[in-house]
């Protein structure tokens, strides 16, 4: 039973318009969220994170949405770049589980010049 | 800035052979975090390490143990090798113990088993 799901595997965005990348969850249990970019051959990089008593984080072109009710992220880059072509994974913190991330199965963005 | 440091990037090992992957965190990270990426999966949380102590374990088989030394660097160690370990090993540090919420990721061991 995957508690992070991200449904669309890929994604395909021309330079300069927004990319909006989803993600659901079903524990409630979750108390803090991020996101990670992921490049072939290296290690996830992270980008932003946000606590489940907020509803949005922004960090220059990157905001994160939250949506508690529906248990529901999205991850919002504007303008988008060539270079944010990567995996991006969405991950989870439970509150009554020490630190450990909790990934979905991530989504391929490819921005168009 | 100084990242995480994993060693060796690349390893091949028969069926049955041991392996150890080692992970030298960032600069005063405490927290050590193991995880596993198999081919087409996300990532899975294996164990971690906080102050040398265990904190958590995820699904790590009892083929695997891990420990974190003196100098917070961890190993990972593995034995008798099965084909479904090979993987994309990843080692993960923060700061601030239970209190962390950013794990930063090191670029990963690639262990291929034949």
């Known amino acids: 039973d995957q508690q992070v799901k991200q449904n669309s595997p890929s994604l395909s965005v021309q330079e300069g318009r927004i990319s909006i990348l989803n993600c659901d969850y079903t524990?409630?249990?979750?108390?803090?969220f991020l996101w990670y970019k992921k490049y072939p051959a290296e290690g996830p990089t992270f980008l932003i994170s946000i606590s489940s008593i907020k509803d949005k984080n922004e960090d220059g072109r990157f905001t994160v949405f939250l949506n508690k009710s529906a248990k529901h992220l999205s991850l919002h880059i504007v303008p988008s770049q060539p270079g944010d072509s990567a995996v991006y994974f969405c991950?989870?913190?439970?509150?009554?589980?020490?630190?450990?991330?909790?990934f979905g199965g991530g989504t391929r963005l490819m921005v168009k010049p | 800035a100084a990242g995480v440091i994993q060693s060796p990037r690349h390893l091949i090992k028969e069926k049955r052979e041991t392996a150890t992957l080692k992970c030298y965190p960032i600069p005063r990270h405490d927290t050590v975090y193991w995880y596993q990426q198999g081919p087409g999966q996300d990532p899975q949380f294996l164990i971690s390490f906080y102050e040398k102590m265990q904190s958590d374990k995820g699904s790590i088989p009892d083929r695997f143990s891990a420990q974190q030394f003196s100098d917070y660097h961890s190993e990972l160690n593995m034995s008798s090798l099965e084909l479904g370990d090979s993987a994309l090993y990843f080692c993960?540090?923060?700061?601030?113990?239970?209190?962390?919420?950013?794990?930063?990721f090191g670029p990963g061991t690639r262990l291929t088993v034949t």
């Open positions: 524990n409630s249990m979750f108390d803090y």
């Open positions: 993960a540090s923060s700061s601030g113990g239970q209190g962390a919420v950013e794990q930063y």
């Open positions: 991950a989870a913190r439970g509150n009554n589980a020490g630190n450990m991330l909790t």
